[in-house]
C-alpha cells in the first residue's frame, strides 16, 4: 500500500440479507478493508450476521453511526429505507455504497445526493451489470463503430424469482415493483450503451402470474432515446425459461448475445462478423467478476484514489425512466424525459 492507502477502510453492512451477505463478503476479499460490523432489522438477524461476516453486531443504527472505526456503508435494506439510511450516514460522514435501486423515486435520489454533497462523503449505486464482461463488451463493439449507428435493439430479461410468501420482496411500498428490482439493470446498461431516454412508453401484462405479487411481474418498456434509437425491453420475473439475451440492428450490421449461453455473435453488412463464447459470458461467472469491481472502485473512492465509477446521479436517471414507465402504465401513454418537478415524488402507482 503507498501511502495515501496505509490506513484500512472501516467498512459495516446495513442489512445483513442474502444479497447484503454476498456483497459484504466480497468487499472482504479487498486488503485494504477493515470489516467492522454489521446491523440487521433485528437484534437476532444482527448476531447472525456478525456471526457470519465477523465483527460487531450492531444494536441500533445510531450505535453504528456513531462509530469512528467506520469511514463507509454498505447498505443492502428494502428498497423504501435507502432514502432515509444514506442520508442519515451522510449526515455523520459516512461514505456510502447503496446496493440498486438507488431509492424509489426522484425525489429520494435527490435528497441522498444533496445529503451526501453537503457532507463531501461519496455516495455510489451498485448498478453491477454495466460491469459484467459479456455486455462491457457489446458496449466496446458499438462505441466503435463495428456495426454502426444503433437504431434499434431488443433485450429480454425473463427470470423465476419466486418470492416468500410474506417477504417485503412482494410489496410495491417496499421493493417498488418488477422495474426497480429487476430491470433497473437493463436499464442503466441501456444509458451507458445508448445515451440517456427522450420517451417511455410501457405497458402491464393484464394479470400477474406469481401468486403474493402485488405488482406486476411482466413489463414491456419502449425506450425512444435522444439519439434516435428505439429499444423494447421485455421483463419478466415470473418465466419458466430462463433468458438474458439481446440483439441490435445497426445501420452496417447486427449484433446478438446471450447471458444464459455465454455468446456474443456479430456480423456486418461486409460480410465480416465474429462469434465469441466465453465462461466469463455467463451471466453468474461475470455478476461475480462485476461485484467485486464495483466494490473495489467504492474503496478507492472512499479512500481518496479515484473519482466514483457510478455516482449517486446514475442511479437518479434509472429511477426517472422507471418512475416514467409507471406513470405510462397508469395513465396509458408515452411520458417525454425529463419528468417535470410534480412527478419527482412518491405516486399512487407505488402504493
Not at 456503508?73 to 432514502?83: G, K, R, Y
Not at 422507471?322 to 402504493?351: D, G, N
Request: charged share 20%; proline share 3%; glycine share 8%.
Amino acid at each position: 500500500m503507498n501511502q495515501k492507502t496505509s490506513r484500512k477502510l472501516g467498512c459495516a453492512l446495513i442489512g445483513p440479507g442474502n444479497f447484503g451477505r454476498n456483497l459484504a463478503r466480497a468487499l472482504q476479499e479487498d486488503a485494504r478493508v477493515h470489516f467492522a460490523g454489521v446491523l440487521g432489522a433485528t437484534r437476532d438477524e444482527s448476531s447472525a450476521g456478525a456471526a457470519e461476516l465477523g465483527g460487531r453486531a450492531y444494536a441500533s443504527l445510531d450505535e453504528l453511526l456513531r462509530d469512528e472505526a467506520i469511514q463507509a456503508v454498505l447498505i443492502a435494506t428494502p428498497s423504501d429505507t435507502h432514502a432515509a439510511l444514506a442520508v442519515a450516514a451522510a449526515g455523520v460522514g459516512k461514505q456510502i455504497f447503496c446496493e440498486k435501486p438507488l431509492a424509489l423515486t426522484v425525489a429520494e435520489c435527490d435528497a441522498m445526493i444533496a445529503a451526501a454533497r453537503q457532507a463531501g462523503v461519496t455516495l455510489v449505486v451498485g448498478q453491477m451489470q454495466r460491469l459484467v464482461p459479456l455486455l462491457a463488451e457489446v458496449r466496446r463493439l458499438i462505441h466503435t463503430g463495428t456495426i454502426g449507428r444503433p437504431v434499434s435493439l431488443l433485450i429480454q430479461r425473463h427470470d423465476l424469482l419466486q418470492r416468500q410468501s410474506g417477504s417485503w420482496l412482494q410489496r410495491r411500498a417496499q421493493v417498488g415493483g418488477l422495474l426497480h428490482q429487476s430491470s433497473v439493470h437493463e436499464l442503466d446498461w441501456l444509458r451507458t450503451l445508448l445515451g440517456e431516454v427522450a420517451e417511455v412508453f410501457a405497458r402491464a401484462a393484464p394479470a400477474t402470474i406469481q401468486a403474493g405479487l402485488d405488482f406486476p411481474d411482466a413489463i414491456m418498456v419502449n425506450l425512444r432515446f435522444q439519439s434516435g434509437c428505439v429499444a423494447t425491453l421485455s421483463a419478466c420475473m415470473t418465466s419458466y425459461v430462463w433468458q438474458h439475451e439481446g440483439a441490435i440492428q445497426g445501420a452496417a450490421g447486427s449484433l446478438a448475445w446471450s447471458l444464459s449461453e455465454g455468446t456474443l455473435r456479430w456480423r456486418g453488412s461486409q460480410h465480416a462478423g465474429e462469434s465469441i463464447q466465453r465462461a466469463d459470458f455467463k451471466l453468474a461467472a461475470g455478476a461475480d467478476l462485476a461485484i467485486r469491481a464495483e466494490l473495489r472502485a467504492f474503496v478507492d473512492v472512499a479512500l481518496g484514489l479515484a473519482a466514483p465509477l457510478i455516482p449517486g446521479e446514475e442511479g437518479r436517471a434509472n429511477i426517472e425512466i422507471i418512475q416514467a414507465a409507471l406513470i405510462s402504465i397508469a395513465e396509458r401513454r408515452p411520458v417525454a424525459l425529463p419528468l417535470p418537478e410534480s412527478q419527482w415524488a412518491r405516486q399512487a402507482y407505488l402504493e
